[in-house]
């Protein structure tokens, strides 16, 4: 998180589908695609191509947060970023065979004693001392909320710390850019070192299911990474430098799950359209203050829960036997 959105997001390319061959798309899971708007969630799992197996995650089936897997957070992570929210273990809510992070207006004294205006969810893996291998697929399926200042997330932390490696497998800044998800890559203090985005929906649609996944393989000159949304790579890169010694093969990564609520890098939710304040600057373009624009922007409706909820089906780790 230290990392997380501090770099040049206005500077990225957009990397198609790179069509390499090795990786083929992922099988439809249900018969919900995009725009769905029912809440059916899936069950089966099936693995992304064949020579994966499963060997952890969650399916969010269950009635509560697994503790065994997950422990939601009570405290203000994401001051480094000025986010907004208390995050609270009552915005974290497991039914329906999915999870739910809800974001609310409502003001609440967080442990530590910062009163917040706003409340949301986060649940980490590190804190239960799950971690992952080095080597793996890490795929979620999700629905987000198109609402500026919500900051919907699913990233792996190095177990020796986010700053030594960090893998934003998928990011959803809404007001930076409205139905765009990015894919990000931090190494040893080199921030943004890769970045990657694909369009997933349009901001003005329902929110609809989609997958978001890293590869993480051997490479001949390092460790590879490659990001898929709905079975389609968007981006790839090859790390020659760091030091991937530095941690147990068989337990590297820790999985985060969150959503933000406001910050440097989406606004705040009910401050002016198009505008992050923190910055001084339009979060797509246009004259700031007053003149930014807002296009594919949208306000969160508070009265709504399902406007400023992040649905997850389920988070899957697969590994090559
Ligand atoms: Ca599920």
């Given amino acids: 998180m230290a990392y997380r959105g501090t770099g040049k997001i206005a500077a990225l390319v957009v990397v198609g589908a790179m069509g390499l061959g090795a990786c083929q798309p992922v099988p439809p899971t249900t018969s919900l695609g995009i725009g769905a708007t029912t809440t059916a969630t899936t069950t089966t799992v099936v693995p992304p191509t064949s020579g994966w197996a499963l060997v952890g995650g969650d399916e969010f089936n269950g009635n509560a947060v697994n503790s065994t897997n997950w422990k939601p957070y009570h405290n203000t992570y994401g001051d480094g970023n000025h986010e907004l929210a208390c995050l609270t273990p009552n915005n974290v809510v497991e039914s329906g065979g999915a999870l739910s992070i809800t974001a609310k207006k409502e003001q609440v004294t967080c442990p530590g004693g910062s009163v917040r205006q706003y409340t949301s969810g986060f649940i980490g893996s590190r804190d239960v001392g799950k971690y992952f291998p080095r080597y793996a697929r890490f795929e979620i399926r999700a629905k987000v909320p198109h609402a500026q200042g919500l900051w919907p997330a699913f990233w792996l932390r190095h177990r020796n710390g986010a700053s030594v490696a960090e893998v934003d497998v998928f990011e959803y800044f809404h007001s930076q850019h409205p139905g765009k998800g990015y894919a990000t890559l931090h190494l040893d203090g080199r921030k943004n070192l890769s970045k990657g985005s694909v369009g997933f929906e349009s901001p003005s649609s329902v929110s609809g299911w989609h997958t978001w ?109």
């Fill in 213 to 321: 996944a890293v590869e993480i393989s051997p490479d001949p000159s390092g460790v590879r990474f490659d990001f898929f949304m709905d079975g389609t790579k968007f981006h790839s890169y090859v790390d020659t430098q760091h030091n991937w010694a530095s941690a147990d093969p068989s337990a590297t990564w820790d999985i985060a799950i969150n959503q933000a609520v406001g910050g440097d890098w989406v606004g705040g939710p009910d401050d002016r359209l198009g505008y992050l304040a923190n910055l001084n600057r339009c979060s797509i373009s246009g004259a700031a203050p007053t003149g930014c624009t807002t296009t594919g922007i949208n306000r969160v409706d508070w009265a709504d829960h399902a406007d400023a909820t992040y649905a997850i089906d389920y988070v899957r780790v697969f590994v090559r036997p």
